[in-house]
């Protein structure tokens, strides 16, 4: 996504707080300190032949989203600094009498300002997704933003959630993990007597005043979701 494409986007996803539409604030999860997870499920009804392959080829290859061409989706999701996790799963439900989508994502940050980011997904790349429900917006009129709000009218309530480091924002997990390691090279420098100590700790806090690389994430697309049906006989297992 070149400046000016961004730009639009950027324009484009500008709304004020709770102009999605969202019936629910979400679960809040946060132990007082300087951050609070949020919590976004939705669910939408499957079109008759939706075609699961090319959904998880969306998630799998390279796709110029956020973080620009040649990033794969983990590697872009990665850049935003926002995610902690994002699941899709299908399943049978009377609700849509048919097969469903289900979206489920944790996050730093607001669930409105969540729902601005994801308009820079763009239009193309969330039709990839949602565009295989019934009822997504469609066409050469149809915006990035217009998607983003049916995906955000797909809310529902979360019964419970769980998040390891709530207080922590991802900023702070990758600072903390880059410390770390370079306090171990020094620490292993100082033990085996490398150079003089006292230029071994200049360069250690110089260190320390550089920017953190962030860590690696992944993502774990099942290619033959679309061939392997995991639910339709899960009362049989059960013993139903």
């Known amino acids: 996504m070149n ?27 946060g132990k007082g300190g300087k951050n609070e997870v949020k919590e976004f499920t939705g669910m939408w009804g499957l079109k008759s032949g939706a075609d ?4 998880t080829d969306t998630l799998s290859r390279e796709v110029p989203v956020w973080g ?27 609700d849509f009498d048919g097969y469903t ?18 308009v820079l997904n763009g239009k ?27 995906i955000a009218r797909g809310q529902i309530k ?31 420098a100082v033990a085996k007597g490398e150079g003089k100590l006292e230029e071994a700790v200049n360069a250690f806090f110089g260190e320390l005043a550089e920017s953190y690389k962030q860590v690696p994430s992944d993502a774990m697309i099942d290619t033959e979701v679309g061939r392997q049906w995991q639910y339709e006989d899960v009362a049989e297992h059960i013993g139903k």
């Open 3 to 29: 400046r000016e494409e961004r730009s639009v986007a950027v324009s484009e996803s500008s709304t004020s707080a709770g102009g999605w539409g969202l019936r629910y604030p979400g679960l809040v999860m």
């Open 52 to 55: 699961l392959v090319a959904f």
């Open 68 to 94: 620009g061409p040649g990033k794969t989706f983990s590697e872009a999701t990665t850049m935003l600094g926002l995610i902690r996790t994002a699941r899709w799963f299908v399943a049978r439900t009377q």
């Open 101 to 118: 989508l289900f979206f489920i994502s944790q996050f730093d940050g607001s669930l409105d300002k969540y729902f601005d980011d994801f």
């Open 124 to 150: 193309e790349n969330l039709t990839k997704i949602w565009g295989q429900c019934v009822g997504c917006p469609s066409g050469p009129d149809a915006t990035a933003r217009d998607i983003v709000d049916y």
């Open 158 to 188: 979360t019964l419970a959630c769980y998040d390891v480091f709530p207080s922590l924002s991802l900023g702070q997990i990758y600072k903390a993990a880059d410390w770390y390691e370079k306090t171990q090279k020094f620490q292993r």
